[in-house]
Structures are given as C-alpha cells and as structure tokens.
C-alpha cells in the first residue's frame, strides 16, 4: 500500500501507529509515503504501516509546517458568545480522522460542545466527541488535537475533551457533504 507522494525521513521522528495509537520512533532515511495532509497533521506509510507524523515534525518529511504551535486567534475586543461558538466549530473543522479526509464535524464525531463564561473574556469549552470506532487506539490523540485548536482561540482559557460512546456512531451522523466526498451517495 505506497499511495500518495514519496519521501525519505531526513531525521528520526516520533509517530503515532495508525490506528491503534502507540508512539514510535521512525528513523532517517526510511521512505515514507504522504496519504493524507490535513488540519495540521500527516498520515504517512512507512513499510507497509500507516502513522500519524505532527505538524511540527513537518521537516523531517521535507514538508514545510506551521512554525510552532497554532498561535493564539486574538480578537479586537470582547467576543460575544455566539461569535465564539462559530469560531469554536471553525476551529473543529479543522480536525481530522488520520485515516479519512474528511474533518471531525462533518464526521459527525461532535457529539456536544458547550462553552461557559468564566470572566467577562474567557470561556471554558466543554466537548463530547465520539470515535468512528470504539477500538480506535487514536482516540487520546485527537482529543489532544480537539484542545489543542480550542485552547489557541483567544477567548477559551480552559478546553476539555471527553470522549463518548453512547449513541454509537454510524454512518448516518455524517453530513451530506462528508458522504458525497467519501462515495458514499
């Protein structure tokens, strides 16, 4: 399975197994190939197995990325709440299944999201999100992915991630869009 654009590791790098999670060490000069390029992340083979490579290892594959961590959104005064609630769900679009191109909202892999004040400028974010898979070892890392674009919105000082089970997902929670990308009407 060597789908997607060559390269060869210019240096050792940390990778999270596809799908079951675990953190490895890919080392340099090993040929990975890039199946997936989204929402900050790269989903690579390497010999046959999928992993999931961080945005801020992108030189390793001789890829640019993003310079550090997302920077924090800053906003030109208060934010109403419902302005933060779209920036919130632009921000979880921006999320992605390493092994689908298609983002975690339309997915439909939100379950809730609900944000509370807690001064006249900041909010805690509350998220249940679910997995396509019960067993799906990608799980924490998402969650981390889920915070970590949350916590870079000016506004929210406090993210939490809970990941559910209960309704299972199924394929009838995508929008129409994520099927019609997927061939699946």
Request: hydrophobic share 40%; with cysteine; net charge negative.
């Amino acid at each position: 399975m060597n789908g997607g654009e060559a390269k060869v590791l210019s240096r050792d790098v940390e990778a999270a197994v596809v799908p079951v999670g675990t953190k490895v060490t890919l080392r340099q000069g090993e040929q990975a190939y890039i199946t997936q390029s989204l929402g900050g992340a790269f989903t690579v083979i390497v010999n046959g197995n999928m992993f999931r490579i961080a945005d801020k290892d992108a030189d390793a594959l001789g890829m640019e990325g993003a310079a550090g961590p997302a920077p924090r959104t800053t906003l030109a005064g208060p934010v109403t709440q419902e302005e933060l609630e779209r920036q919130v769900w632009e921000a979880l679009k921006t999320c992605y299944d390493p092994e689908i191109p298609v983002n975690i909202v339309d997915l439909g892999l939100i379950y809730d999201c609900h944000l509370t004040r807690l001064s006249d400028e900041t909010f805690k974010a509350d998220v249940k999100m679910t997995l396509t898979a019960p067993g799906c070892g990608m799980g924490p890392v998402l969650a981390q992915d889920v915070q970590n674009k949350l916590l870079s919105l000016e506004p929210i000082d406090e993210a939490n991630v809970e990941l559910v089970w209960d309704p299972p997902w199924n394929q009838g929670m995508m929008t129409e869009a994520a099927k019609l990308q997927l061939g699946l009407v």
